[in-house]
């Protein structure tokens, strides 16, 4: 059976929702009612970092105005703080409150046990680690489509792909 890159994408897709689903039952587990799951992603990518909102949108390849809601209901409710830029003040820099570090590492908890439940053995972990082989070089070769336009026949994506149509 010949795997495609749309059924790839379909699957993501799911997984996600399914994620999701899963960060929504943590943060019942917490007690959380003020936070969604797409703003528990938002705590994720800003991590211990101080990001720019471009920064923070590049980073997680988040639309505009959904982040900037996002934000400023995480700002709202003390889970990132935003400090205007004094030389700019459409530009802000973003970081995590200490109730946004919290949350988090309350989070990387439940999902360490996710993890330790799921890769039971050293097969397990490299079927992890060869699946997010995969779908980063599905990233990149989507992102150098959209960047180059076309099929970048020079990439070293394509090259694997072209040798194992063949």
């Not at 988040?62 to 990132?80: F, I, P, T």
Request: include cysteine; charge should be negative.
């Amino acid at each position: 059976m010949t795997v495609t890159h749309l059924e790839l994408a379909n699957t993501v897709e799911r997984i996600y929702r399914r994620f999701a689903d899963l960060l929504r039952v943590d943060l019942i587990r917490l007690g959380k009612d003020d936070i969604s799951p797409a703003q528990v992603a938002l705590l994720f990518t800003i991590g211990d970092d101080e990001l720019s909102v471009r920064d923070l949108l590049d980073r997680g390849h988040y639309m505009g105005s959904n982040a900037s809601y996002n934000l400023k209901q995480l700002a709202e409710s003390g889970y990132v703080e935003r400090h205007v830029m004094a030389r700019d003040r459409r530009s802000a820099r973003i970081k995590l409150t200490r109730k946004g570090h919290e949350l988090c590492e309350s989070l990387h908890e439940f999902h360490e046990e996710y993890h330790n439940a799921l890769t039971n053995d050293l097969q397990d972990q490299q079927e992890m680690e060869t699946a997010l082989r995969t779908l980063r070089r599905l990233e990149e070769f989507w992102t150098q489509t959209l960047r180059y336009g076309g099929v970048p026949v020079t990439s070293g994506v394509m090259t694997h792909e072209l040798r194992s149509r063949r």
